[in-house]
C-alpha cells in the first residue's frame, strides 16, 4: 500500500497544479457532460481549462480515478506520449475499479495494446456488476475480430453469464462485414464445442446477416444449431407445423427463413394449430393491396418455381382468389406467379412466370387489387414450393 500510494503522489507531482476545483462530499469532482471521461468518444467539445482543473484535484487527492480518468480521457484525444499514456493505464488499474468509466477505457487500452484476454476479464466484470451494458456490449463485439478471442469469449459465454442475451440480443455492432465475419467465427466455433445456441442466440445475428445478403450463413448456422428442424423442401415451413410449436413470444420474433404474419386495421392474419400442423387464415376487407404473410425461401437464382397450395374447402380456395403471390428480391423486384395445372383435391397449383432473380427470395403473399372493397377470406393448410 505504501508503494502505491507514492506512486499515486509520484504520478500527481507530474501533472502540476491549478486554482480551479469542484468538491462534494464524496470527494472532488470535476463538472463533466456524458462522454468527456470516455477515450473513445471524440465528437465532444470540452473547455480548455478542464484539463487544468483535474490536475488541481489530483494535486490534493492523488487517489481520485474518476479525475484522474478524465484527464486521461482528454489528453489520449491528443497526441499522448507512450511513457505518458503507460503511466496513466498503469495508475488507473493500481486504483481498482471503482471508477466505470476508468474500466471502460481500459479494456480500450487493451486492445490497443492487443491484449484481448484482459479486454475480455475486464468487461465480464462490468457486465455482471451492471454497469453501461450498451457501451461495454458494442466494445465486447469489437473483441470478436480478433481470432484469438473468440475462444476466450466462448470461455464466459459457456459459463451462461447475466449479460448472455443482452450480447447475442444487442446488433448495433454487426454492421460491417468485419463484425459479422467475426460472429460467425464465434458461432462456429460454440457449435463445434458442443454448445447450444438459442433462438435467443441466434435472432439479432440472423437477422443482421440476412440484411447483408449473408442469407446462406444465416440458414447454414440456424440449421446447425438446430439439425432437428432442417429439411429439404424449398420452404422452411411448409405446413406452418414449425410455427405453431413455437412459443407464444417466439412467434412474434421469427427467424428469417420461418413465417411472418401481419395483422393491422382491415386485415388479419393469424396461424392456429390443427393437429400436428397449423392453418393459416386471413380475414381482408379487399382495400389496397396488402402484404399478409412472408418467409425467405431456399431457392437459388435462376430456379423455375412451382407452389402448390392446399385450402380447407371449396369455400377457401375461391377466397384464394383473391390473393396472390411473389418471389421478393431486394433491390430487383418480384417474380409473379400464375395459375398452373387445374385444381386437384382443394389444391391450388401455380407457376413462376420466370426464373428467380436472386438466392433465397423471399415468397410473399398479398391481397390482389379489388375492383371494388371487396371481403375475402381463406384459409391455408400448406404452402409447398418446388422447382421444375
Known sequence: MIRYIASFVLFAALLGLTIFTFADRRGERIAAKPGWDLAGVTNVEIPP????????????QPLNQPVLNLLFAIEARGNLAPDRRKRFIQTLEELGWRDTAAQQNLIIETLRDAAPREAVRRADA???REKLIPNVITILSRIEIYPEAADLLIERLSLRPPWRDSYFGFSGTLRSQDALDARIRLFDK????????????????LDAMVRAGMQGEAVRIAMAANPAGAGQSAIYDPDFAKFVALAPRDRDKPLPFEWTVISRPGI?????PRGKTGQLQIRWNGVGAPVVANTMTMLKEGDMARLDVGVD???ALTGLESFTFGLACRGKGAVSFEEGQPLKDNV???VAREA????????VMYGRPQAADRQAETAIDAIRLSTS
Do not use: N, Q
Not at 388479419?268 to 392456429?272: D, G, K, L
Open 190 to 205: 460454440m457449435l463445434a464445442k458442443g454448445m447450444t445456441l438459442t433462438r435467443s442466440d441466434l435472432k439479432a445475428s
Open 268 to 272: 388479419s392474419t393469424m396461424i392456429v
Open 356 to 363: 428467380a432473380m436472386c438466392d433465397y427470395p423471399e415468397l
Open 313 to 315: 374447402g371449396v369455400d
Open 348 to 350: 391450388a397449383h401455380f
Open 49 to 60: 481549462e478542464t484539463a487544468e482543473k483535474a490536475k488541481a484535484v489530483l494535486a490534493r
Open 126 to 128: 462490468l457486465l455482471r
